[in-house]
Structure formats: C-alpha cells, structure tokens
C-alpha cells in the first residue's frame, strides 16, 4: 500500500497518541486563538448563526424632555461546519523496531497537520476583507501596519490587534525595524532591538505581529497577510480531535484516522453592511 508510515495493535498506546494529538492541536495553532471562538459540540445542526450586534449613538436630550428610540436590529453571519482527517497507516513492523513512543510522534504529527490546515483557512479570509490595502510588489514596512491599525481604529474596532504575516512579508519589516544594510546604524527602538537579537517583530504600532507560513502567497510571489480584532473571523468548533483506528491484518497493521468537524467565516469583515474590523495585507514577499 502506497503512502505509509509503516507498524501494530494502537490500542496500548491510543491514550498517548490522543493527548499528544490534542495537545499539539491547541498548542500549534497560531491564527485559531486571535478569532472569536465558538463552541458547538453537541448542539444539533452543522450552521451556526452567529449575531452581529450593531453601534448605536446617544445623543443630548433636554431635562424632562422623552428620549427618542433607537432602532436596533442585529444582523448575522451563518458559518457552517464540515469535517477535515488525516490518515496514516503503522504497521507492527516499524512500531517494534522504533526507539521512540510512536503513538506521541504520530499523535504529534496528525495534529500539527490538522491545526496548520484550520490556520490555513482563517489565513485565506485575508482576501475577503473589504479593506485592504499594500499591493504586489509592495515591501511590507512600519508605515502599512500603522495605516492599518489607524484604518481600524476609524471602524471603531476595538483592541488588541493582531497581524499575522507570512516569514518573506516579515523579513522586510524585520530589516527596517533593526536598520539591517544600513552603513551607520542609528540608537534602535526596544522593537528594533528585538528583531535583530531575537528575530523577532512583536508590537508595532498597537498591533501585534506575527508569523505564520500558513499565510497565502500567489505566483507573483505577493502574500495576503491579514490585521485584524478577534471579532473579524471566526472559528466555529462542531466536534474536537477524534483519534480511530482499525486493525489491517492483511498489512500486519493499523490504520488510524484523525478528524475535526469546524468551520471558519468572516464576521465583522466589512462585507453586507458588517463593520471591518480586518485589514487584509497585500505585499511582496521576495527575499
């Protein structure tokens, strides 16, 4: 059978490779924390309708003079869940002869791949913010994430914010921060001495950057990153990690299976009348 790890029963280890699964899931995923998070296990139905509360304005009004109602009315965002696996096939043959827990390194893997594929699918709403901003051929600077978090404090989005680019958008920026290439390097800032110590970006402008390489790049070698408050996006959770396996005995081994049941949507994305509480971040991402 083409495609396989290669080992034996898991039932001994099923334990193991479950925690270690779950626990890589939530641990691996960067962009999941930074979006409103909703948990539908166990409720009926595969949609959930997630509110979209309006702002409303007060105004002066005279001493004992009636107040004037408001209308208020929400609008909602449907998001519908669908399920996403991985399989891999032990046999008992590289289960005996491995040195190593083999149902923690398989149960690491299944779920780094499963959260790099939920981050995947939040990174590719970036595109479908109504705001966005940079462009092909754009290096990514200071200046853009400040435009950014200026754009969404004129939506009235509250705080934090967070930007999560891909490592060839974050390299530019790194440069600029820490003043790489230049012949006379001025007194940096505790951001630009970060970055040419610890390679890292931190907080630029009230917005907290981050990389991911799950971002989306194009053949043109521009990526869409994204800047954003948690109510941008959202993750809907219909069913958490779930670990199975049957025994193969024809191939003396195990196919085990990992799956999640989510599903992931803009919310407060700027489209049908939302206020954009994103920024989607086009630059080049050439070394």
Do not use: W
Not at 91 to 120: C, H, P, W, Y
Not at 163 to 177: C, D, E, G
Not at 205 to 218: H, K, P
Not at 277 to 282: K, R
């Amino acid at each position: 059978m083409a495609n396989e790890v290669i080992n034996s029963s898991v039932s001994s280890l099923y334990a193991n490779m479950v925690q270690a699964a779950m626990y890589t899931m939530n641990e691996r995923a960067v962009i999941r924390p930074l979006v409103r998070n909703i948990n539908m296990s166990g409720t009926p139905g595969l949609t959930a309708q997630i509110p979209v509360f309006p702002t409303i304005a007060s105004s002066s009004v005279l001493d004992g003079t009636p107040l004037t109602n408001t209308a208020y009315s929400t609008l909602s965002k449907n998001i519908t869940c669908s399920e996403a696996g991985v399989m891999v096939t032990l046999t008992d043959l590289a289960r005996e002869a491995a040195t190593e827990d083999v149902a923690a390194a398989l149960g690491r893997q299944m779920g780094n791949s499963l959260a790099e594929k939920i981050d995947s699918d939040l990174a590719g709403l970036f595109d479908d913010f109504a705001t966005q901003i940079g462009g092909s051929g754009t290096e990514l600077t200071a200046s853009i994430i400040f435009e950014a978090a200026s754009r969404l404090r004129e939506a009235q989005a509250p705080g934090p914010y967070y930007a999560v680019f891909h490592p060839k958008q974050a390299y530019n920026l790194k440069l600029q921060l820490s003043n790489a290439g230049n012949a006379n390097i001025p007194s940096l800032s505790d951001i630009g001495n970060a970055a040419l110590r610890e390679g890292v970006i931190g907080v630029v402008g009230g917005v907290t950057c981050i990389e991911s390489t799950v971002v989306n790049g194009d053949s043109a070698g521009a990526f869409v990153g994204g800047v954003m408050n948690a109510d941008a996006l959202a993750y809907v959770l219909k069913r958490d990690i779930r670990i199975e396996s049957i025994r193969k005995p024809d191939i003396r081994g195990e196919e085990i299976v990992a799956s999640v049941a989510y599903g992931v949507g803009g919310v407060m994305d700027g489209n049908s009348s939302r206020p954009g509480y994103g920024i989607g971040v086009t630059t080049d991402a050439q070394y």
